[in-house]
């Protein structure tokens, strides 16, 4: 079994060097952040939701889960502030793992998936 010493290592290595590949230089914080989002499991808290008919299907929330990671390492006071730099910086966009600006969500879509992450 690995320690988190061992684990961590292996993320300067091996994710790392790939990430910098696709994605030029990476600063300490956008390390920090993938350091963080690398160890987490969120295979259980990501489940889909059951659709129920009204509205538009639910969709999968883990880049929403990874933006508010991001707000967190980044320190982002408000969702707005997150949403606006999430726009404006292809690299943060693409570690959160959305290709374009066009796909971020809306403010209150953010809020929904805060409140149910809270659950």
Aim: hydrophobic share 45%; proline share 4%.
């Amino acid at each position: 079994m690995l320690t988190l010493t061992d684990v961590f290592f292996h993320l300067q290595r091996q994710l790392f060097l790939a990430l910098e590949e696709e994605l030029d230089s990476l600063s300490a914080l956008d390390e920090q952040f993938c350091q963080v989002v690398s160890m987490l499991n969120l295979g259980p808290l990501m489940r889909r939701f059951a659709w129920v008919g009204n509205g538009c299907p639910p969709r999968q929330r883990t880049w929403l889960f990874h933006a508010y990671l991001a707000k967190s390492v980044y320190q982002f006071p408000t969702t707005a502030a997150l949403i606006a730099a999430l726009k404006a910086q292809p690299r943060l966009r693409q570690l959160c793992g959305w290709d374009s600006a066009g796909n971020i969500r809306s403010e209150s879509t953010f809020s929904r998936a805060f409140a149910a992450f809270a659950q």
